[in-house]
Nanobody, 120 residues
Framework: VQLVESGGGLVQAGVSLRLSCVAS????????MEWFRQAPGKEREFVSA????????YYADSVKGRFTISRDKSKNTVYLQMNSLKPEDTAFYYC??????????????WGQGTQVTVAS
């Protein structure tokens, strides 16, 4: 299984970005796919999750109402639409697949990550 993230970049506060995570080599039925992030000097934190089969979604309180997770089964891709970005959203964002419990990092596969930097 391989996960490849894309869509990160340097943006001004208030704008939007959409991260993509393309998965190959495995079916993710019955599992959860998640986004985590890690800022310099901080621990990795949960951002959002989606149940691959049913589409149930989960969000950290810090992003609720601003971020939207979705998946395209035909493309084996998970997206993270990030609106109204804030400087505190600056972090390395990781996609994870084969996760067993939403919000928890108990996942089989991790991507290499993509950097999101939000300037004030």
């Amino acid at each position: 299984v391989q996960l490849v993230e894309s869509g990160g970049g340097l943006v001004q506060a208030g704008v939007s970005l959409r991260l993509s995570c393309v998965a190959s080599g495995h079916t993710f039925s019955r599992y959860v796919m998640e986004w985590f992030r890690q800022a310099p000097g901080k621990e990795r934190e949960f951002v959002s999750a989606i149940n691959w089969d049913w589409g149930n979604t989960y969000y950290a309180d810090s992003v609720k109402g601003r971020f939207t997770i979705s998946r395209d089964k035909s493309k084996n891709t998970v997206y993270l639409q990030m609106n109204s970005l804030k400087p505190e959203d600056t972090a390395f964002y990781y996609c994870a697949a084969g996760c067993r419990i939403p919000t928890m990092p108990d996942c089989d596969t991790w991507g290499q990550g993509t950097q999101v930097t939000v300037a004030s």
